[in-house]
């Protein structure tokens, strides 16, 4: 369209693909695909992500970046170009990635704080401080683990419960001042600056990924947790849970709904071939996320081997104190046989040992399921600090969450950023540069909130609920509006307009048919599942126990939930009603002013 | 009348053999026999049980006696030594050095530490007798603090660390915690956040020196304000009027 020939566009059609390439690989394909794959009966959970790759994301995807590339406009003015009673989508849209931006930044800014402090001989999280008299260790610390202490304590600082508020962490709230500066740093001028850093962001956790899988393969005992990852458990194919989860994990890891590939696709040159582009993103993100579970699987084996090694060690050292046997009599291989034996020849003496005994198993260890932000955080960091020259490892691993988690930012800033700036009422008063700096600060300002004590519950809150169910009712609205409200038609025009070649019959199917009605399924699911869990709950860390304990959301806690559920779906029908408003107050007004005229 | 002096650590028995007087002399004579024999005997029987008498002063578990665990093999693997006699006699006098060092005298000696209960394990037992009183034992707090504070020197005498040569009931002391002046990742923090700032004052001031010259340019080339109006485009602001639509198809857009 003529109308926007001055847009700013992608150097070349490479910048475009990177840049979705870097938004769609985010965190969530090195934590959450793991812990699903493993959940989920290993190699075969492939299969229903497969599908629903398939089914549900590609499709999806190619209407997001059709929809993008055809209006040229951010999430605000494509949907309002659609329909305008439906302008609403995009403000839901804005208003999610916003809540995103508060949020998503703080992992960052943790990545930062990890990276400064690898640079030490010794690693803080591999051993617990000294205490104040120098008899021992702190005591939070000996009940915990060193690395789940220095994540609540001197990461965090946590308080004991959502109430408890506390000030701000200094050190937390310079790492994010210093992860919004380098967001401002990539937005700054536009897709002209953000078409450069893509190269790096997009490329450089592939090199890291690569490096790791070398070295996660050739560490002992990689292998236990690599074949516990792939023993297919077929049965848990019949789970209907498994099916939810591999939907939502694809919708989520192709960052749908956001508002973000549309605002990528807003600057695509009107006869991009995006088709192709949808497929070759998709794929990449769903390979990248198979090629990071397998380094993450085989440095969670290393990690379960040494520790059930080491539970091995302290028996065999407990066995040998206990009876008084010379050390060479029980090695790690037969200690089990030994336990046996003792047992059988000193009875008495072995009932003394009573609570001491351990019992030790690889399979419990590989068991403990891993997922979400701080977990992973304390599991890595517990597998790197066993690893020989963990400084280098350290650093390599966190900079590669770093770029990941930037990558996905860039996408998050301007699905909000690209709105605002086609508003005609911003852009004439200021410039994109000042509109950047001012959105960063808004949300380095309010994300100072996820630096207080109490800050990494609202966090757990924000990433739970802010943008899941919303999402799917965006995207389902979405589906259902270009497909018939639009009309499928219509659509089908559009795309030949750009690409030059009509709608095959997958796409058709897919988006008219089978994507709304999984989408309607999840919806309900997820309904379900809220209603029937019951109070919420979150994980408040006990700092007596050395433990996380389950704990209920206080009542103010959960109407904020509620407000954020509520804040981003009602924009749909309430951006309805005003427009409705608007055209019947224009309609009304213009034949006043048609009865005037014949008056006069 | 005749009568030994007994000595006055002597025990009761030789005491109540004073002969009464009035005695006839060949009595005497025996008692004084006896009291001779009986006192050789004794002294014979205190020597040779000088170390049983030890011995009964290092028992498991004694009120003045720690227990030592050594892990040989655990901590030198392959390198590992024979725990034999020899090695015995190198604890016992690293012990009386460390007694020495603690009390700074030059009393101790190898004979002054009792090791007893050696088990295969390699742990044992040991307690500290006094130099100038073999029957009396250094107490548990004064032993505690000399293996303190020559803790380093025994282990390196064995090749061992705080770990692998226990003292059940001794807790190592742990090192000092370094304090820096400035925690290390302020500096890395201070000099990432220096760049980036940087960064961001180079492109801005870049951008506006470009804008800046590309204005100097166009009124150089002397266009005037009515060319600038036609042209229509500035600075990627469209400043053309709003898009008509009455010329495109009806069915793209939504009817309103």
């Given at each position: 369209m003529g109308k926007d020939a001055a847009r700013a566009e992608w150097d070349n059609p490479m910048q475009f693909v990177l840049a979705c390439v870097s938004y769609a690989v985010g965190l969530g394909n090195v934590w959450r695909f793991p812990y699903l794959c493993q959940m989920h009966g290993g190699g075969g959970f492939l299969i229903p992500y497969l599908l629903m790759l398939v089914l549900l994301g590609v499709p999806l995807f190619y209407m997001e970046l059709a929809i993008g590339q055809k209006m040229r406009l951010g999430s605000i003015g494509a949907w309002r170009a659609i329909n305008p009673y439906l302008g609403g989508v995009g403000l839901a849209s804005v208003v999610t990635s916003m809540y995103l931006c508060l949020y998503y930044n703080v992992i960052n800014a943790w990545s930062f704080w990890y990276l400064f402090h690898s640079f030490q001989s010794v690693l803080p999280w591999a051993e617990c401080p000294v205490n104040s008299n120098l008899t021992g260790h702190v005591e939070e610390c000996e009940r915990a683990t060193p690395t789940q202490y220095f994540f609540y304590r001197e990461t965090l600082d946590i308080s004991g419960s959502i109430e408890e508020n506390g000030g701000i962490h200094m050190g937390q709230a310079l790492c994010l001042l210093l992860a919004w500066m380098i967001v401002y740093l990539f937005i700054v001028k536009g897709v002209k600056s953000t078409g450069k850093v893509v190269y790096f962001t997009a490329t450089f956790p592939y090199l890291v990924l690569i490096?790791?899988?070398?070295?996660?393969?050739?560490?002992?005992?990689?292998?236990?947790?690599?074949?516990?990852?792939?023993?297919p458990k077929m049965e848990q194919l019949a789970n209907p849970t498994t099916w939810i989860n591999a939907a939502t994990q694809i919708f989520f890891s192709l960052g749908l709904g956001f508002g973000?590939?549309?605002?990528?696709?807003?600057?695509?040159?009107?006869?991009?071939?995006?088709?192709?582009?949808?497929?070759?993103?998709?794929?990449?993100?769903?390979?990248?996320?198979?090629?990071?579970?397998?380094?993450?699987?085989?440095?969670?084996?290393?990690?379960?081997?040494?520790?059930?090694?080491?539970?091995?060690?302290?028996?065999?050292?407990?066995?040998?104190?206990?009876?008084?046997?010379?050390?060479?009599?029980?090695?790690?291989?037969?200690?089990?046989?030994?336990?046996?034996?003792?047992?059988?020849?000193?009875?008495?003496?072995?009932?003394?040992?009573?609570?001491?005994?351990?019992?030790?198993?690889?399979?419990?260890?590989?068991?403990?399921?891993?997922?979400?932000?701080?977990?992973?955080?304390?599991?890595y960091s517990e597998a790197?600090?066993?690893?020989?020259?963990?400084?280098?490892?350290?650093?390599?691993?966190?900079?590669?969450?770093?770029?990941?988690?930037?990558?996905?930012?860039?996408?998050?800033?301007?699905?909000?950023?690209?709105?605002?700036?086609?508003?005609?009422?911003?852009s004439r008063y200021m410039s994109t540069k000042t509109l950047n700096g001012l959105v960063c600060l808004f949300c380095l300002l309010l994300g100072l909130g996820f630096t207080t004590h109490s800050g990494n519950y609202w966090?757990?809150?924000?990433?739970?609920?802010?943008?899941?169910?919303?999402?799917?009712?965006?995207?389902?609205?979405?589906?259902?509006?270009?497909?018939?409200?639009?009309?499928?038609?219509?659509?089908?025009?559009?795309?030949e307009d750009m690409l030059g070649h009509?709608?095959?019959?997958?796409?058709?199917?897919?988006?008219?048919?089978?994507?709304?009605?999984?989408?309607?399924?999840?919806?309900?699911?997820?309904?379900?599942?809220?209603?029937?869990?019951?109070?919420?709950?979150?994980?408040?860390?006990?700092?007596?126990?050395?433990?996380?304990?389950?704990?209920?959301?206080?009542?103010?806690?959960?109407?904020?939930?509620?407000?954020?559920?509520?804040?981003?779906?009602?924009?749909?029908?309430?951006?309805?009603?005003?427009?409705?408003?608007?055209?019947?107050?224009?309609?009304?007004?213009?034949?006043?002013?048609?009865?005037?005229?014949?008056?006069? | 009348m005749p009568s030994l002096t007994v000595p006055p650590g002597a025990p009761p028995i030789l005491q109540s053999l004073t002969v009464p007087p009035g005695a006839p002399p060949i009595l005497q004579s025996l008692a004084v026999t006896l009291e001779r024999m009986l006192v050789r005997i004794l002294v014979l029987l205190y020597l040779a049980g000088a170390p049983a008498l030890a011995q009964t002063l290092c028992q498991p578990n004694a009120s003045n006696g720690y227990r030592v665990r050594i892990s040989i093999k655990t901590a030198l693997g392959?390198?590992?030594?024979?725990?034999?006699?020899?090695?015995?006699?190198?604890?016992?006098?690293?012990?009386?050095?460390?007694?020495?060092?603690y009390y700074k005298?030059?009393?101790?000696?190898?004979?002054n530490i009792i090791v007893c209960n050696q088990t295969r394990r390699v742990s044992f037992w040991f307690v500290v007798i006094s130099p100038e009183n073999p029957t009396m034992l250094i107490p548990k707090a004064d032993v505690e603090k000399a293996v303190s504070m020559s803790r380093h020197r025994i282990n390196n005498a064995f090749l061992l660390t705080d770990r692998t040569l226990e003292f059940l009931g001794i807790y190592p002391t742990l090192a000092e915690p370094v304090n820096p002046d400035t925690p290390p990742w302020l500096i890395v923090f201070g000099v990432v956040i220096g760049a980036v700032f940087a960064g961001i004052i180079a492109l801005l001031v870049s951008s506006l020196l470009q804008k800046r010259r590309k204005e100097k340019g166009m009124m150089e080339d002397g266009q005037d304000e009515e060319d600038r109006q036609m042209k229509g485009v500035e600075n990627g602001i469209n400043l053309d009027g709003i898009y008509n639509r009455g010329f495109t198809d009806d069915d793209r857009f939504t009817k309103l």
């Open positions: 490096i790791y899988l070398i070295r996660g393969v050739t560490l002992h005992g990689a292998i236990n947790g690599v074949k516990y990852m792939f023993t973000s590939l549309i605002a990528f696709a807003s600057y695509n040159q009107y006869n991009n071939n995006f088709e192709k582009q949808a497929i070759v993103v998709s794929m990449v993100n769903s390979s990248t996320s198979i090629f990071a579970s397998i380094v993450t699987f085989s440095i969670y084996g290393f990690k379960a081997t040494f520790n059930y090694e080491s539970c091995l060690e302290r028996v065999r050292l407990l066995l040998l104190n206990t009876f008084d046997l010379a050390e060479d009599t029980i090695s790690l291989e037969n200690v089990i046989h030994w336990i046996a034996e003792l047992n059988r020849t000193h009875p008495e003496q072995f009932a003394s040992l009573g609570g001491r005994l351990e019992t030790c198993d690889l399979e419990a260890e590989l068991d403990t399921a891993v997922e979400g932000t701080g977990l992973a955080f304390i599991v790197i600090k066993n690893m020989p020259v963990s400084q280098l490892w350290s650093v390599l691993y966190f900079i590669m969450l770093l770029l990941l988690g930037m990558g996905s930012m860039l996408g998050n800033v301007i699905a909000v950023i690209t709105p605002l700036s086609d508003l005609k009422f911003i966090f757990t809150m924000f990433n739970d609920y802010g943008a899941t169910f919303s999402l799917l009712f965006i995207v389902l609205i979405e589906v259902i509006t270009v497909c018939y409200i639009y009309g499928i038609k219509r659509f089908e025009k559009d795309v009509r709608l095959n019959c997958y796409w058709k199917i897919m988006l008219a048919g089978v994507s709304p009605i999984l989408l309607i399924a999840l919806f309900i699911f997820y309904i379900v599942n809220y209603i029937q869990g019951g109070t919420p709950t979150y994980q408040a860390w006990n700092k007596e126990l050395g433990k996380s304990v389950v704990t209920e959301y206080p009542p103010y806690a959960q109407a904020f939930i509620g407000l954020l559920l509520a804040s981003s779906v009602c924009c749909i029908p309430l951006t309805a009603l005003y427009t409705y408003c608007k055209k019947r107050n224009l309609a009304s007004g213009k034949r006043e002013r048609t009865v005037s005229t014949v008056s006069a | 392959n390198q590992a030594y024979e725990w034999n006699e020899n090695e015995m006699f190198l604890f016992r006098a690293t012990m009386a050095f460390a007694m020495r060092r005298t030059e009393t101790y000696n190898v004979d």
